[in-house]
């Protein structure tokens, strides 16, 4: 007998261990002759990681995939694995040794350092999948990888070999994310862009040789504000520091104002007087001249946007600060350098990058100093010199521009400093020739995005895509596999001999080579991940079976810097698509809409919601919020609701052992005879195919929320109490088949829910078992529910009965109908079939409604409520059971305040400003309250209507 209460903290736990025990989880566990495969790859987690929802949400919807095809009968790998996040770990690593006060990495050395993350890793790493098994993920455990696992390695090896011998990697200096903290290059993905308190600084550019020109400034309908002869150039940045390595100043060629001076030379008003440098005004598509003075400064090496006009105009590129951020003090002194820049300008020929880059155009007095100590030694050196731009303040006294402003500004995601625009020699990918054979295989729907509108993103990032840089100067990693020779010559090898022996080969005598420190971009190594896991470059089994795989579930964040780079790779190497479908998954926000952070304090840990509601009912709310392109927003009574979802089923399968239903050996669904035995069995099956088609087009909510209305409409609230006087009457043959068709329609909802609740339906397939037929497998290797009965007419006159009942019990809530009140039913126009019908279902409408009685007649009574049921009119005479006054009165009430609610919101969204200024998740925040008060108002207004017919 089943306890009298659900106790998922005790079952889920002990289910798992079960299903570890059995080896459930395997490859191909469960697997029918001559099925398909189905695979799925885990988006690796970090090493240094643990759960939170949006990973809760992801594996939730990987697990349900792969639950269901494996009932199916598919030979189905999930494959697990980690990455191992070399900026994150390091991080960690060197922040214990310091809390340990043990010798940091450089004290250690690589080999010792690179030793202590193995060992970090060893105790600590990779808690993140105990929390999925928590969270009930039925990954293959046994198969589990690790980007920095010696087949993985070898893998990242084999490809950056081959593609640095396919012309597709090469060795250059580019302008890059620079972390001054953590002294590497950082992608895109680890710059945070936020929005800071910053400054405007507006600053003069004397025109060399007393050169003047007029200046004339206009307004909107080309009346002259602003006439004025200047010998100066007016430029402003936020970032003063920079200007020592300007190489030019850039006008739109279509600017009115600068046509005079374009090809001129402007002064950079910093540095000894003596050796100011003359950099040369140029025109170019970049600035716009209806911003500010319309002209930019251009320093190419510490602006990205500065680097395309640079490379554009073939303006040289002065890098001015080192690895960490202060103002460089290498190379000559300021005079020589001015010099040498000097001779650029002159000659207009550009030197190599490497001339270039030794040119250290940091004044000596700036040398060394942090980027923003200089900054304010150069603001008060302009200052004082007169050079500043000014405008008049209040009193009439001249003083400088400055604008105080919100600025954008990068940060490191995890060093939490600003990052730098660094010209640097980095190993770069060329990420355009790659993407190509990509784009097709979208483009052609041999992958497809769901989503679909994702596939824009998609295209708009590879087809103006830029060389990918992969190389980081960390210790943890995949160490780039490339050797220098004593000139600098480079040697890219499989490992030291085989480098050892082009360099022979290269020099015709033994050197010393010198291998290369950096690492690669862990993206480098995750973008193999659908093959390098099964095996390759090794033709394994796993590969051959499993690969392609079936379906990648992930979110949108990463589909330039994982989806896309796994499609490169693979259609490179594999000389085909890794996936055949992409199911990009919207994000977890708060109740309010709100994007989670632990600086709003809204963070929700999925571990403490498993803890208080059990792991299936947060898996079956996020699976019943995940509809397509909508972002879930999560309340903690949501997933509530969702726990009183397992007790309902938990207690309608107790209710039903109670009254005798097991399961019966043999039984088949299709000899049943009597209407609700047909009902329940044909809505079991209609509610198996819903399902299916659902999970089978990536429409979770749409699965799981069919499943619930059935389970909890359908088996417990309608057939459950239609079967209550069967259970307790005397027509034995009916019983008996009344409780197998229940036995067996509860056997098909546990399937149909196992996807999304395991925990509970396993424990519930074992259990009700006890008193009948035992299980002879789990449930997870069970066959999904195919097909069977559909008997139409059961179904149409059980849906009947409760489509009457409910129009009934709808109709004395609106009209507020005392609850214990019995009201008679007239019912007018009804064929022969709903009489007969009536005749016997008399006993449950009378039950179930809180029907005195019920009628046939020709005219509806006076003060009749009149509703549609199929062709018949149903009519409750309510006059003498409702206080028309008061009722009227509270409607009327309703209504309006109602109509308060809506207006209030249909003026705030039809403020241009409010829907401007205000976050999006609180724009629709007030359109969905508005839809909810529309929604109410009419329910209202009918039951007001209704009231008005009363008399």
């Not at 490191?412 to 020739?433: C, H, N, Y």
Request: with cysteine; aromatic share 10%.
């Amino acid at each position: 007998m089943l306890d009298k209460t659900y106790d998922a903290a005790s079952v889920e736990p002990r289910i798992y261990e079960t299903w570890e025990k059995a080896e459930a989880f395997k490859a191909g566990a469960g697997a029918r002759e001559g099925q398909d495969a189905y695979s799925i790859v885990i988006p690796p987690p970090n090493v240094t990681g643990s759960l939170h929802m949006g990973h809760a949400l992801n594996n939730t919807l990987q697990d349900i995939l792969v639950r269901f095809e494996r009932m199916r009968g598919k030979n189905v790998l999930w494959q697990p694995g980690m990455d191992h996040a070399g900026i994150a770990t390091q991080m960690v690593v060197e922040r214990q040794l310091a809390a340990n006060k043990e010798p940091g990495r450089r004290e250690l050395g690589r080999e010792a350092f690179v030793q202590k993350i193995w060992d970090w890793k060893k105790e600590s790493g990779g808690i993140i999948f105990n929390q999925l098994k928590r969270l009930g993920t039925s990954c293959d455990w046994s198969r589990e990888r690790f980007t920095m696992d010696e087949g993985l390695s070898e893998s990242v090896r084999q490809v950056f070999v081959q593609l640095y011998r396919d012309g597709l990697i090469y060795r250059g200096k580019r302008l890059v994310n620079w972390d001054p903290k953590f002294e590497t290059a950082i992608s895109d993905l680890e710059v945070e862009n936020k929005e800071v308190d910053g400054h405007m600084w507006h600053f003069k550019y004397p025109l060399a040789g007393g050169v003047t020109y007029e200046y004339v400034e206009k307004d909107e309908d080309g009346t002259v504000i602003l006439r004025e002869t200047r010998d100066y150039i007016a430029i402003a940045t936020t970032r003063p520091e920079t200007m020592l390595g300007d190489g030019a100043v850039a006008v739109h060629p279509d600017d009115e104002r600068y046509q005079s001076i374009v090809g001129q030379l402007c002064e950079i008003p910093v540095g000894p007087k003596e050796h100011r440098r003359l950099i040369p005004i140029i025109t170019d598509e970049y600035p716009d001249k209806d911003f500010g003075s319309g002209a930019v400064k251009i320093t190419g090496a510490h602006d990205f946007n500065d680097y395309q006009v640079a490379r554009r105009n073939n303006i040289p590129l002065y890098r001015l600060m080192d690895l960490v951020a202060s103002m460089r003090s290498d190379g000559p002194a300021y005079a020589e350098c001015a010099e040498m820049a000097k001779k650029i300008v002159d000659s207009g020929e550009l030197p190599s990058e490497a001339d270039v880059d030794a040119i250290n155009l940091v004044p000596d007095d700036y040398r060394g100093l942090d980027r923003y100590e200089a900054r304010e030694k150069i603001i008060a050196a302009i200052n004082a010199e007169g050079l500043a731009v000014t405008v008049t303040d209040e009193e009439g006294t001249e003083q400088p521009f400055v604008e105080n402003k919100k600025i954008m500004q990068p940060f490191g995601d995890r060093s939490q400093v600003v990052i730098e625009p660094m010209l640097t020699d980095q190993w770069f990918a060329d990420a355009k020739t790659l993407a190509e054979p990509a784009i097709a295989s979208v483009k052609e729907d041999r992958t497809r995005f769901v989503p679909k509108n994702w596939e824009k993103t998609y295209f708009d990032w590879m087809e103006n895509i830029e060389p990918w840089c992969i190389s980081r100067q960390l210790w943890w990693g995949h160490q780039i596999p490339a050797w220098f020779g004593p000139d600098g010559e480079i040697f890219v090898a499989h490992d030291v001999a085989e480098a050892e022996k082009l360099a022979l080969d290269h020099y015709g005598k033994s050197v010393e080579l010198k291998r290369d420190e950096d690492v690669l971009d862990t993206w480098f190594s995750s973008a193999l991940w659908p093959f390098s896991t099964m095996g390759w470059p090794d033709q394994t089994k796993e590969l051959e079976t499993y690969f392609p795989t079936t379906v990648l579930i992930t979110g949108f964040d990463i589909i330039f810097f994982w989806v896309a780079r796994m499609m490169m790779m693979s259609k490179h190497f594999m000389k085909v698509e890794p996936f055949k479908d992409i199911y990009i998954h919207a994000l977890v926000r708060d109740e309010r809409g709100q994007k989670m952070s632990k600086s709003k304090g809204n963070v929700i840990d999925p571990l403490s919601l498993v803890e208080e509601y059990g792991a299936d009912a947060l898996r079956f709310t996020l699976a019943a919020m995940a509809a397509q392109g909508r972002d879930i927003k999560l309340a903690t009574s949501r997933v509530a609701g969702y726990r009183n979802f397992a007790t309902k089923l938990w207690n309608a399968a107790r209710f039903a052992e109670m009254n005798g239903c097991a399961r019966v050996e043999g039984f088949d669904p299709s000899t049943t005879q009597h209407t609700l035995a047909r009902w329940i069995v044909t809505e079991t099956v209609r509610c198996a195919d819903e399902v299916t088609k659902a999970l089978e087009t990536y429409r979770f909510n749409d699965a799981a929320n069919a499943a619930y209305r059935f389970v909890w409409n359908n088996y417990c609230d309608w057939f459950l109490e239609l079967a209550k006087p069967i259970f307790n009457g005397e027509d034995e043959a009916t019983k008996i088949e009344i409780r197998a068709a229940a036995a067996w329609s509860m056997d098909e909802i546990l399937k149909i829910l196992h996807p999304f609740m395991p925990f509970l339906t396993e424990e519930l397939w074992e259990r009700l078992g006890d008193g009948g037929v035992k299980a002879d497998k789990l449930l997870m290797h069970t066959a999904w529910p195919t097909g069977g009965l559909e008997d139409a007419a059961a179904a149409g006159e059980i849906n009947w009965l409760v489509e009457l009942i409910s129009q009934i019990r709808s109709v004395r809530s609106e009209m507020n109908v005392p609850a214990g009140a019995k009201v008679p039913v007239v019912i007018i126009g009804a064929s022969a079939d709903t009489q007969a019908r009536l005749d016997t279902h008399r006993g449950a409408i009378e039950r179930l409604a809180r029907a005195e009685s019920i009628e046939l007649g020709d005219a509806a009574p006076k003060g009749s409520a009149q509703i549609i049921v199929g062709e018949a009119t149903v009519c409750l005479p309510l006059a003498g059971l409702v206080d028309l006054d008061a009722e009227r009165a509270r409607l009327s009430k309703e209504m309006d305040k109602l109509k308060g609610e809506i207006s209030r919101i249909e003026k705030k969204l039809n403020n241009p400003k409010f829907v401007a200024k205000a976050p999006d998740e609180v724009v629709d925040g007030e359109r969905e309250k508005m839809a909810e008060f529309a929604e109410r108002l009419e329910k209202v207004e009918v039951a007001f209507r209704t009231l008005a017919e009363l008399g």
